[in-house]
């Protein structure tokens, strides 16, 4: 366990007299707040360290030592989980107010957010915590543009495919070369199956999409609706592998997919209601067959128990 976890845990049960070396160095920038005991609960606990962390925060001092805020910044973050998300979102605005009219403090937040929350090396990924962080530094007009426009993709993004945000309806190419738009998927949940030729993870999921018989029944109820999205031009390449997918499902290319998406990971599961609010993403291949297994047990069920109720 790294010195720096064992602090946070340490913090949060209250122990304040165990600090490691490296803890008691950062303190000149934070001073760790310390719950009462007699808060006995851990999320409790962690509300509090959220919301008074930053209460004595040498802030000038901070922004001549970006090594050690970054490092504060990350034992924050750390410990967000374990708190209330209202409390992790007073906390985050009350931070921001701090500096919404001083641009290279608020570009200084919203770098460390990215680094923390959002990058290819994060250590804890949330689209939930970053965002506020990414529109802050998107808007704000003491910040250069060109730096502004990192934070308004990440923003843009987010905001069409977090948990919880509505898909905008996009517009599609079909490999015929007529024109989709998603906003014409009028019932049934969506499940956006983002691939591209080539790549073998791909493949593998598309091919146990293709086969499995729960994916199957759901479509041809109209309870699920498939739609495999190339994130590029509508290759050659592309449309010899469209025109071998299944007769149910949508096949699409998007060439400003990753406008609207993040695709770093591929093949990308995003799984919609029906009305395209996002219900997860960056799903993992086996939990997401795991829910139409149980949806259509569920249904079926359903089915057979309602000639007894008559």
């Known amino acids: 366990m790294s010195k720096k976890i064992l602090y946070i ?3 949060i049960i209250g122990l304040s007299g165990c600090f490691s070396m490296h803890a008691q160095d950062s303190e000149r920038l934070v001073a760790y707040p310390v719950p009462p005991d007699s ?17 004595r925060c040498k802030f000038d001092y901070a922004m001549l030592h970006p090594d050690k805020f970054h490092e504060a910044f990350g034992n924050w973050i750390n410990i967000m989980p ?11 605005g009350e931070l921001l107010d701090k500096f919404k009219k001083k641009g290279p403090e608020t570009l200084a937040l919203a770098r460390m957010a990215r680094q923390w929350l959002y990058s290819d090396t994060s250590q804890y990924r949330s689209d939930d915590i970053y965002m506020p962080f990414a529109r802050a530094a998107a808007e704000h007009k003491k910040i250069k543009k060109e730096d502004r ?11 069409s495919s977090a948990v919880g945000q509505t898909v905008p309806d996009v517009d599609m190419i079909k490999a015929d070369g007529s024109t989709f738009n998603l906003g014409e998927i009028k019932k049934g949940s969506v499940l ?13 999921a598309r091919i146990r999409l293709q086969t499995n018989p729960d994916v199957r029944e759901l479509m ?10 190339n994130p590029g031009e509508p290759t050659e390449e592309w449309k010899a592998m469209a025109a071998k997918l299944p007769e149910k499902w949508i096949v699409a290319s998007m060439p400003d997919a990753n406008d609207y998406f993040d695709l770093r990971l591929m093949p990308q599961l995003i799984y919609l209601n029906s009305r395209h609010k996002v219900l997860g993403n960056n799903m993992e291949y086996s939990r997401l067959i795991t829910a139409f297994e149980m949806a259509n047990k569920l249904h079926k069920r359903k089915t057979q128990s309602e000639p007894a109720n008559e």
Not at 82 to 90: G, R
Request: proline share 2%; with cysteine; hydrophobic share 45%.
């Open 9 to 11: 845990i340490l913090t």
């Open 39 to 55: 808060m006995m609960n851990l999320q409790s606990r962690c509300d509090y360290i959220i919301n008074r962390y930053w209460l």
């Open 82 to 92: 374990l708190a209330s998300a209202d409390t992790v979102n007073h906390a985050i």
């Open 149 to 159: 426009a990192i934070f308004a993709s990440d923003y843009k993004r987010m905001s």
């Open 192 to 204: 956006l199956f983002f691939e591209s030729p080539g790549n073998v993870d791909s493949s593998v």
């Open 220 to 229: 041809e109820r109209g309870d699920l609706v498939i739609v495999s999205i």
